[in-house]
Each structure stands twice: as structure tokens, then as C-alpha cells.
């Protein structure tokens, strides 16, 4: 599949909602439904601003942990990115920072329903 198929242009402009920290960070607030709310709000903002992707990062969980995340942290990304889906049409990723690849492939499942829907 090549970008033309994904996002409909050969040079798609990919929005960041960055996810204020998560359970098991250590800023973590203890209000996962702001974290939700604020997700929601930056999703709309930029599908509305006209990017033609989001790419959904735990960029405020530093500092980051060396290896893997916590599985708290992928099921909330796995909630948050379900929710976002149902909220913008545009191609939605996930990057769990610090570079944790297996996490994120664990949350692959979800961008997948997309495919059902």
C-alpha cells in the first residue's frame, strides 16, 4: 500500500496528538478521562485543520522507559485510539515512546477495526 492509497495525496501532512501522561508514568494525573477529553479535542482540531493523518504518541509519559511500557500504558493507548477513531475518518497510527515497537504492535489490532467498520 503506498501513500496515495493511505491518505489520498503523495504528501500527506500527519497531525501529532500528543497524550498527556498515562496511568504508570510518573506524571500521571489519575483523571484518564482529561487524558481522553484532551485526545478528543486535539484529534478534532487537526482532522478539522486538514491533515490528512494522526499519529497518536505518549509524548507527555517522560521520562520514558528504557525498555517496554507498562501494559497500563497500552490499553490505555488502545482505548484512547478507539475512541479517537470513532471521532475523525482519517488514517490514525501509534508511536509508544520510547521507541517500544512491541507495544505498539499490540495496539495494531484496534487501528485494525477500522478496516471492519
Known amino acids: 500500500m503506498d501513500l496515495i492509497q493511505i491518505f489520498k495525496t503523495p504528501n500527506p501532512i500527519i ?3 500528543h497524550l498527556l501522561p498515562l496511568p504508570t508514568s510518573p506524571r500521571w494525573g489519575g ?21 490528512d493523518g494522526i499519529i497518536v504518541e505518549n509524548f507527555f509519559d517522560a521520562p520514558f522507559t528504557k525498555d517496554q ?15 479517537l477513531m470513532t471521532m475523525v475518518t482519517l488514517p490514525i497510527g ?3 515512546l520510547r521507541n517500544d515497537a512491541q507495544s505498539a504492535m499490540a495496539i495494531a489490532p484496534v487501528l485494525a477495526l477500522s478496516s471492519f467498520a
Open 31 to 51: 483523571n484518564l478521562k482529561a487524558v481522553i477529553d484532551r485526545a478528543e479535542q486535539e484529534a478534532v482540531a487537526l482532522a478539522s485543520g486538514g491533515v
Open 94 to 96: 501509534v508511536n509508544v
Open 69 to 83: 511500557v507498562d501494559p497500563a500504558v497500552v490499553t490505555a493507548m488502545s482505548l484512547i485510539v478507539q475512541r
Open 15 to 17: 497531525g501529532v496528538v
